[in-house]
């Protein structure tokens, strides 16, 4: 089985559910991990490290998925490989690929079923705060950089876009 064939197979498996607080130990370790491998391309050690602090503050999880609506992408075994959340006047504030699971599709998945969830919700433009590593990404998807900024994530300020998409008439 070639490389393709194994990356169909993955999202052919793939289960898309809503995430629950029991995932938070498992949310939180996801997105610590790619932040600080997947990141470490475009960002210093140093930066990576403090971002990834981000998601160790208490409440934080919690606050999240009480404010947010997630959607999580889970592998056959019932492990989270990835997730995005939005929040109801359409700021996207999350997408995570677990960082072995990178390139096979699962963003791309997560996307389109984070667009259609803002279209039945009436949310007419998207917005997010889109960091350099995926940044490429967002734009080869039609979203386009309104503000290149500095935005803080625990101590330290990183560069990110903002980034906005129209999805609705």
Request: charged share 25%; net charge negative; aromatic share 8%.
């Given at each position: 089985?070639?490389?393709?064939?194994?990356?169909?197979?993955?999202r052919?498996?793939?289960?898309?559910r809503?995430?629950?607080?029991?995932d938070?130990?498992?949310?939180k370790?996801?997105f610590?991990?790619?932040v600080?491998?997947?990141n470490?391309?475009?960002?210093?050690a140093?930066?990576v490290?403090?971002?990834a602090?981000?998601?160790n503050?208490?409440?934080?999880?919690e606050?999240?998925?009480?404010?947010?609506?997630f959607i999580?992408?889970?592998?056959?075994?019932?492990?989270?490989?990835g997730?995005t959340?939005i929040r109801?006047?359409g700021?996207?504030?999350?997408m995570f690929?677990?960082?072995d699971?990178?390139?096979?599709?699962?963003?791309?998945?997560?996307l389109?079923?984070?667009?259609a969830?803002?279209m039945?919700?009436?949310i007419?433009n998207?917005?997010?705060e889109?960091?350099?590593?995926?940044?490429?990404?967002?734009e080869?998807r039609g979203?386009v950089?309104?503000?290149?900024q500095?935005a803080q994530?625990?101590?330290?300020?990183?560069t990110?876009?903002r980034m906005?998409?129209?999805?609705?008439?």
């Amino acid at each position: 089985m070639n490389k393709n064939e194994q990356n169909d197979t993955s999202r052919n498996t793939l289960l898309f559910r809503p995430a629950t607080p029991t995932d938070i130990p498992e949310l939180k370790e996801l997105f610590c991990n790619t932040v600080l491998t997947v990141n470490a391309r475009d960002y210093t050690a140093e930066e990576v490290a403090d971002w990834a602090s981000c998601g160790n503050l208490p409440g934080h999880w919690e606050e999240l998925l009480a404010t947010l609506h997630f959607i999580t992408a889970c592998d056959a075994e019932g492990r989270i490989v990835g997730f995005t959340s939005i929040r109801n006047d359409g700021y996207l504030h999350s997408m995570f690929i677990h960082k072995d699971h990178q390139g096979e599709g699962i963003a791309t998945a997560l996307l389109q079923r984070i667009e259609a969830y803002a279209m039945e919700h009436d949310i007419q433009n998207i917005t997010s705060e889109v960091s350099i590593t995926a940044r490429p990404f967002f734009e080869s998807r039609g979203y386009v950089v309104e503000l290149e900024q500095r935005a803080q994530a625990n101590r330290l300020k990183l560069t990110n876009y903002r980034m906005r998409k129209q999805i609705g008439i």
